[in-house]
């Protein structure tokens, strides 16, 4: 039987292919799990609908992350944090930090999209990575002792 599949599914495909599977499997539980759908010609359309706005939505959603990257990079976002005379901060700084500092300069990135390889625990320029799907860019910060 032709499926659309609905999600990844492991050994069989990824989301909107149509695959052939057993009747069996696709009745008693893809289906019913809403893992995937019978192949019809009005499924395939809507489905290749779906799947051709879910890629021009994530080409604008790159484009807009690209733009912010670049304005960061021209002009570094800076946090104020409580730190020692050694310049160890007293909490560490997290992405959701990060994306309240964007947004006080009208930058609207998103904590899920902030990779940061280790806790930033110490006053100075730290690099954080900005990554969606295969656009991955490398930013700097700054971290300031109040």
Do not use: C, W
């Not at 484009?63 to 901060?89: C, F, R, Y």
């Amino acid at each position: 039987m032709k499926v659309i599949l609905l999600r990844d599914v492991a050994k069989i495909g990824k989301r909107f292919e149509i695959v052939n599977v057993p009747d069996g499997f696709a009745i008693n539980k893809l289906i019913p799990m809403r893992d995937a759908e019978p192949a019809t010609p009005a499924n395939v359309k809507r489905v290749t609908q779906n799947k051709e706005r879910l890629l021009a939505n994530k080409n604008e959603l790159r484009q807009e992350i690209a733009m912010i990257v670049e304005k960061i990079t021209s002009e570094p976002i800076t946090l104020n944090v409580e730190a020692n005379d050694q310049g160890h901060l007293f909490q560490a700084i997290h992405a959701k930090d990060i994306t309240k500092s964007a947004k006080d300069r009208n930058l609207n990135l998103s904590e899920e999209y902030i990779v940061i390889d280790q806790p930033i625990k110490s006053v100075g320029e730290h690099q954080i990575n900005i990554k969606l799907g295969d656009f991955n860019k490398g930013i700097i910060i700054k971290v300031v002792a109040k």
